[in-house]
């Protein structure tokens, strides 16, 4: 059990005068549920001290997806500050945000997704290697119309796409939402208005899959506050409308090592084969560990029922569908669920909805399970797959991802692999909790099906 030493009380009263400096007066202790959201209590400044250690105490059973009790020495959660994450919240004057580790009975916590993803990480670290991450967040900024929320009525085009005028329309969020993400050091490169009307993109510098998770949940943070604040709703749920392409968060992942050199590129392919596309023998392993375990992956990566309307097999309402839905990978194939680029993978099957700490947790499992096993992922499809035939398809071997919650849940629980990876209590609770969730939705009577056939038959 670790204990505060004369070092760390010296590091805290600094942190203490840096931000009352800053006019900081209260801390907000934050850590990440099971299901992504973001939860935590503030702290004044002066007690910051308590929740580095023993930590911000929360009752175990009042949050979703612990499994604790509601008695003894588990019942308690306790949440221990990581100080490399203290930072004040631009968007919100007078207070700093802080990333808790959760801790149960003096131990880190095996369902906390922030722990899970830190032992995997640990993998990484002990070969010299770091796993940098993209995430492209993707969301819609929306309005209560007299109690029908849509995005602003002149955001109409048939193909919205890149979009000046309602991009523009849109600046004094985007402004606010750029200043704070950048005061944060995130480094906001670019803004774009995407394929749906009210839909948007923020691209942000990449970073080690840790802080990558933890600076999802801030971007997520201002982007809901600011949005409340210009009387928006911010939403990242990922296919809010039918008619519309839904929302990913595709990861552009690579391996550095030590140096900096990256383990993932190789400029003539020394792999020996045809491929031809800029990889080592290292990324095209760990990408076949990601396609091998995709369908598990897809719990982690697609958690609700909603997910599935995005992942959809068929032709979007739309027209258009940047989703994936079979296992593949392709040279800037945007139709594959892992896309070569740069001589890195983009992994296109998260949405907007995905736990960070537990998607990133399940991609490095399942590219070091690659690794490990030596894997291979075939060769790449190089063509558009939603313009092949079901025959065509068969032919070359590409299996479709689970299409809806229930299979992608029953997946992650028969994968042993990844199952011993992530932890056997995390996997229990996580499909218990999205297998309840999808039996829920199965037996809710929908609209569509009532007006279809309550008086047919």
Same mark, same amino acid.
């Given at each position: 059990?670790?204990?505060?030493?004369?070092?760390?009380?010296?590091?805290?009263?600094?942190?203490?005068?840096?931000?009352?400096?800053?006019?900081?007066?209260?801390?907000?202790?934050?850590?990440?549920?099971?299901?992504?959201?973001?939860?935590?209590?503030?702290?004044?400044?002066?007690?910051?001290?308590?929740?580095?250690?023993?930590?911000?105490?929360?009752?175990?059973?009042?949050?979703?997806?612990?499994?604790?009790?509601?008695?003894?020495?588990?019942?308690?959660?306790?949440?221990?500050?990581?100080?490399?994450?203290?930072?004040?919240?631009?968007?919100?004057?007078?207070?700093?945000?802080?990333?808790?580790?959760?801790?149960?009975?003096?131990?880190?916590?095996?369902?906390?997704?922030?722990?899970?993803?830190?032992?995997?990480?640990?993998?990484?670290?002990?070969?010299?290697?770091?796993?940098?991450?993209?995430?492209?967040?993707?969301?819609?900024?929306?309005? *209560?119309?007299?109690?029908?929320?849509?995005?602003?009525?002149?955001?109409?085009?048939?193909?919205?796409?890149?979009?000046?005028?309602?991009?523009?329309?849109?600046?004094?969020?985007?402004?606010?939402?750029?200043?704070?993400?950048?005061?944060?050091?995130?480094?906001?490169? =670019?803004? /774009?208005?995407?394929?749906?009307?009210?839909?948007?993109?923020?691209?942000?510098?990449?970073?080690?899959?840790?802080?990558?998770?933890?600076?999802?949940?801030?971007?997520?943070?201002?982007?809901?506050?600011?949005?409340?604040?210009?009387?928006?709703?911010? $939403?990242?749920?990922?296919?809010?409308?039918?008619?519309?392409?839904? $929302?990913?968060?595709?990861?552009?992942?690579?391996?550095?090592?030590?140096?900096?050199?990256?383990?993932?590129?190789?400029?003539?392919?020394?792999?020996?084969?045809?491929?031809?596309?800029?990889?080592?023998?290292?990324?095209?392993?760990?990408?076949?560990?990601?396609?091998?375990?995709?369908?598990?992956?897809?719990?982690?990566?697609?958690?609700?029922?909603?997910?599935?309307?995005?992942?959809?097999?068929?032709?979007?309402?739309?027209?258009?569908? %940047?989703?994936?839905?079979?296992?593949?990978?392709? *040279?800037?194939?945007?139709?594959?669920?892992?896309?070569?680029?740069? =001589?890195?993978?983009? %992994?296109?099957?998260?949405?907007?909805?995905?736990?960070?700490?537990?998607?990133?947790?399940?991609?490095?499992?399942?590219?070091?399970?690659?690794?490990?096993?030596?894997?291979?992922?075939?060769?790449?499809?190089?063509?558009?797959?939603?313009?092949?035939?079901?025959?065509?398809?068969?032919?070359?071997?590409?299996?479709?991802?689970?299409?809806?919650?229930?299979?992608?849940?029953?997946?992650?629980?028969? /994968?042993?692999?990844?199952?011993?990876?992530?932890?056997?209590?995390?996997?229990?609770?996580?499909?218990?909790?999205?297998?309840?969730? %999808?039996?829920?939705?199965?037996?809710?009577?929908?609209? %569509?099906?009532?007006?279809?056939?309550?008086?047919?038959?």
């Amino acid at each position: 059990m670790t204990t505060p030493n004369a070092s760390n009380a010296d590091t805290i009263a600094e942190h203490q005068a840096r931000l009352a400096s800053q006019q900081i007066k209260f801390v907000f202790a934050q850590f990440t549920d099971i299901h992504g959201t973001a939860k935590g209590k503030l702290i004044p400044l002066t007690h910051l001290d308590d929740i580095v250690y023993p930590g911000a105490g929360f009752s175990g059973p009042s949050i979703w997806g612990t499994g604790l009790p509601r008695t003894g020495v588990r019942s308690e959660y306790y949440g221990r500050a990581d100080l490399t994450t203290l930072q004040s919240m631009p968007w919100l004057p007078g207070y700093a945000r802080v990333v808790l580790d959760g801790h149960v009975a003096g131990q880190a916590f095996e369902v906390c997704p922030r722990q899970i993803l830190k032992k995997q990480v640990e993998r990484l670290t002990a070969r010299g290697w770091t796993l940098n991450a993209g995430l492209e967040p993707e969301f819609f900024l929306l309005q *209560d119309k007299d109690g029908k929320i849509d995005s602003e009525s002149a955001d109409t085009l048939d193909k919205p796409s890149y979009d000046t005028k309602s991009l523009l329309r849109r600046t004094r969020f985007l402004e606010k939402l750029t200043a704070s993400l950048d005061a944060c050091g995130l480094g906001v490169f =670019q803004i /774009d208005h995407e394929d749906a009307s009210g839909q948007f993109e923020v691209n942000y510098k990449y970073a080690d899959a840790l802080k990558a998770a933890d600076n999802f949940m801030l971007f997520k943070m201002a982007a809901h506050h600011i949005a409340e604040e210009e009387g928006l709703i911010f $939403s990242m749920m990922p296919k809010p409308f039918a008619d519309r392409p839904g $929302s990913g968060l595709h990861f552009h992942l690579s391996i550095a090592d030590v140096d900096g050199n990256l383990i993932f590129g190789s400029a003539n392919d020394k792999t020996g084969d045809e491929r031809g596309l800029g990889l080592s023998a290292i990324a095209y392993q760990f990408m076949a560990g990601l396609l091998q375990h995709s369908p598990a992956l897809t719990a982690l990566c697609a958690p609700t029922v909603n997910s599935y309307k995005r992942l959809m097999c068929g032709e979007s309402l739309s027209g258009t569908s %940047w989703a994936p839905a079979f296992i593949g990978f392709g *040279d800037n194939n945007r139709t594959t669920v892992a896309r070569v680029v740069y =001589q890195r993978i983009e %992994w296109r099957l998260p949405d907007s909805s995905a736990n960070p700490y537990l998607a990133l947790a399940g991609v490095i499992a399942a590219g070091m399970d690659g690794i490990e096993r030596q894997l291979d992922p075939g060769q790449p499809i190089n063509r558009d797959i939603y313009e092949m035939t079901a025959s065509e398809r068969d032919n070359l071997g590409l299996k479709i991802l689970p299409q809806n919650l229930g299979i992608a849940a029953e997946a992650l629980k028969q /994968d042993q692999i990844l199952g011993d990876a992530l932890g056997k209590s995390f996997v229990h609770e996580f499909v218990a909790l999205k297998s309840a969730e %999808w039996m829920e939705y199965s037996q809710h009577v929908s609209n %569509w099906e009532s007006s279809r056939y309550m008086t047919k038959f």
